[in-house]
């Protein structure tokens, strides 16, 4: 019998879709000195408009890359209000339309950037080309085996043709309704919401129903406040100018009478839509700017959870792994930094230098995230349902988000940083995403974020005296420094801005924390930052 097994796989990793989950998956591999293949069927970056901003902490994720600054700019130059330098909290947002205060909230987490996706889409995967990445737009991944040495993926081009490539790990992130999920046969346990329809278009507002605070006063309807608005009889009205000259309508149904799934998606349905849901019209028209306009219809509402983010040499990452309201706009946020969590784990992997079991914390400390954010979103659906027992619960809701304590938890809620890793040291900080910290070096004050450009590990002596007995780790930086902005006297910091060990005296517990981590001991010294 003929030995059909794959020995050298071509590629370390192929990355099936290239939206803003695979392609920052590919920037963080690349930054590991892994060089994958993205793999999309679409002939380029999709222009469509779909995710409107980033909210959470993965904002400070994308300082921490050094990617912060040009998005900014870009985001400037197309019209913005956006500081072109380093994020600053949000000081209030929404939740299930309803106002979070955020000012006086101590350590504010929650972070935002109205970048549109397509923007998103197009800075990444330049930023994934400059780092060494290999996209292949209009190559689809058809099909796929794998073996105990790779995975063998049947590869179609948009333009005829095909081939087979192979490589020792495959990762999915091909959406919500992922083929190579389904292949794997992994559960995608959940619910689906029936009877609810969404409906969103770009529009052309009269400039007289528009007010000073971004709403609309519309006649018969009365004010609707900028963003989600519960409507009592049932139905969700939103409006938003995310793009500057290009407002959003979105409005949802409840009991939605059914569409046929192949009913081509008009404004005038959209129109009909809103004056079903306001019982009123809003005078408005199709945008005369320039395209792409948003119009689209999305019926019924899934709320699901991959029951494993890996099997074998095949990972699960974005949609492919969980998929949930838009409400509150937590998408992106998780999806990122799920992919950030994921790179420099499994580089370390296909270098040979990770310790055992590290791939398997992907799963691990990203999971109870997408947990958590199911959670909350099925929260804020159920306080925008309609009828005075959910009307009550929202008068309750509101006074509660009033207090400084309750909005700081929503806002740890909403930007993900209630989760605290499992990282094995009690230290407070262990676990969490480092903070915003300045240092003073030798060489001047250098803020943390700018020091993890890299990707790299990074432990920081603050007086500990920790640097003289770090043994270098898998590319190990180490910087000494004094900081005013907290009490610890050594942190250790892995790539995806995380502390996995941190102390306010001495080094103990350092070197076990770098073997967790990190690998064992090489004879090479630490790079001194």
Known sequence: MPDTRIHEPEHDAIIAGAGPNGLMLACELALGGIRPVVLDPLPGPSAEPKANGLIGQVVRLLDMRGLYPAFATELARLGFPVEPETPEPAPRYIFAGMALELADVP????????????????????????????IRWGHALDDFTESDEAVSATVTRCGGGGYRATARILVAADGGRSPVRKKLGIGFSGITAGNHIGRLGHAEIPAELRTADGGLEIPGAGYLHFGHNRIESGGLFAFAELIPGKPLVSVHEHNAAPVAPDTPMTFDELRDSVRRVLGADLPMRPPAGPEPHALRRIVDQNTRLADHYRKGRVLLLGDAAHVHSAIGGPGLNLGLQDAVNLGWKLASYLRGTAPHGLLDTYESERRPVAERVVMHSLSQTALLAPGPEVTALRELFAELLELPQVAGHIGHLLAGSDVRYDVGDSHPLAGRLV??????????????????????????????????TAADRDGLAVVTATSSDTDATALLIRPDGYIAWATDDSSTGLQAALDRWFGPTRPASPHVI
């Open 435 to 468: 903070p915003d910290l300045v240092l003073e070096t030798a060489d001047g004050p250098r803020r943390i974020a700018d020091l993890l450009h890299k990707a790299r590990p990074l432990l920081v002596d603050l007086g500990s005296g920790a640097a003289a």
């Open 107 to 134: 350590d504010n987490p929650l972070y935002g950037l109205p970048v549109p996706q397509p923007v998103l889409v197009r800075l990444l995967a330049d930023r994934a080309r400059e780092l060494g990445a290999d």
